[in-house]
Nanobody, 114 residues
């Protein structure tokens, strides 16, 4: 399974972006899918996750601003990001977990700057 992340770009503070993570196969068999981000000089951190039974988890810094969702028919997971802040600037990665296997997509850069 390959994961393809897209949707990053340059946005002003307060703006919105929607990231997409498209899988080459069905995502139904994934235990969970998640979005991570890595800012320059920082460790990669979990941003949001969604399980097969549609439970969601968010890091505190994005609660109320980001929403993770999935579309099984399109084999795609989304991250809607609203009210973006400069500290959200990072490369965003998607991850699919199937049992003990982890599948990473390539990153997509999000830059929040005026």
């Amino acid at each position: 399974v390959q994961l393809q992340a897209s949707g990053g770009g340059l946005v002003q503070p307060g703006g919105s972006l929607r990231l997409s993570c498209a899988a080459s196969g069905s995502i139904v068999s994934f235990t969970a899918m998640a979005w991570y981000r890595q800012a320059p000089g920082m460790q990669r951190e979990l941003v949001a996750a969604i399980t097969g039974d549609i439970r969601t988890h968010y890091v505190d810094s994005v609660k109320g601003r980001f929403t993770v969702s999935s579309d099984n028919a399109k084999n795609t997971v989304y991250l809607q990001m609203n009210n973006l802040k400069p500290e959200d600037t990072a490369v965003y990665y998607c991850l699919g977990r199937r049992g003990s296997d982890h599948y990473w997509g390539q990153g997509t850069l999000v830059t929040v700057s005026s």
